[in-house]
């Protein structure tokens, strides 16, 4: 499908595939092979020197992925994409490449479980730490962190359990005015309700595990490349250096700016990151999130809407405390959501249960329609305490920090009818306090 312009909902369905170059199958078949014929000799040289893009060994790429790829790419109007094994592979890869030599990067607490933790602890061993911000959206925070050493700026979309919403177009133009990439984990919101490069981002990664794939079937990763930034000698000389891998086809070493001048970043990742590390999306994976992101856009619509009732119903329970979403009557994100989701601030939310331990213990075992169990992006409704689970290896200070009160409590609203999920909350209500 080559004409760019067609919107959202077509290209999720059709973009990247067409059925002659695949044996007329209408739907993506999957590539369940190791390896590739390469034909002939020559033939070989041009793959190997990427004069000729085909099938070749799937550590390094499968046709159904690269349907995928080229999917999200245009979902996301970039330059490429990469399908990696989880969405952790693609946020580990990202920060790496971009802190090859070692460096910065700085963010805001409140980030992905996972993600904050190897920031913090695990990416130090390789030389790149991280400084937090205390204040996600105060733009000048940010820009007195930066220093000569820093690689990028990191940030969420929408942030998971507290479900804040930074102002992306302050932060992005900081960084730009010092030469920094903004890489965005678009993972809660999905293409279909935000979109990163159209407010500065200029890297995208995805757990595509959750929303994009919606189903709680399959483990998958993706970062998306807009195209474009310039990165500098000093700051980025990964992208200046010549290397043998990216050689031409008289075998002269390239810089991933000339093997790929459009998609470096991309292509640093496939030629040296899944060569060497291989953390690769599989064929069947990648069909499955193929499947998924055929039908994002009704499920999202469904999973908001659902998400807004469940809001306004459990603000109006005096068992609970509080409410954080931008549909809560009192949050402080409602303008900047507004601005940057205008289909809705995703299908996550968090509120804080006015009970006791036991009473919350018997709550969570009383409900028949939520299930507790710690993932995102579901067609169920998800239950979960953070502070005890996904978020529980965090120290008491950054927990503190990431603003995590021991009573939160985590709903990821899938695709029940929403006065049966408000039913059940009510009747595990009246069995925790009575
Ligand atoms: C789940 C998640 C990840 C990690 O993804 P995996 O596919 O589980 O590796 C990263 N970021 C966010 C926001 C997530 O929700």
Redesign the pocket.
Known sequence: MANQDYHFDTKRIHAGYSSEDHFNAVNTPIYQTAAFDLADIDRARRLWTGAESAGLYTRVGNPTVTVLEQRITELDGGSAAIGLA????A?SYTVLLLGEGGGNIVSASSL?G??QESLTHFFPKFGITTRFVKNRNDATEYESLIDENTKAIYI?SIS?PNIEVYDFEAIAEVAHKHGIPVVV?N??ATPYLFRPFEHGADLIVY????GIAGHGNT???LVVEKGGFEYSKERFPQFHTKSYKMRDLQGNPRTPLEFAPDSPFVASLRIFYLEFIGATLGAFDAFLVLQGLSTLSERLEKQVATTKKLVEYLENKKEVEWVRHPFAKDSAYKELADKYFPNGAGAVFSFGFGGTRDQFKKFITSLEVLSYHVN?GDVRTLIANPPETTHTELEPHIQELADIPSNLVRISVGLENADDLIADFEQAFEKAFS
């Open positions: 989880s969405g952790m592979a946020i992905y996972a993600a969420e998971n984990d993972t809660i757990s595509a595990t959750k483990i998958a990763g995102i």
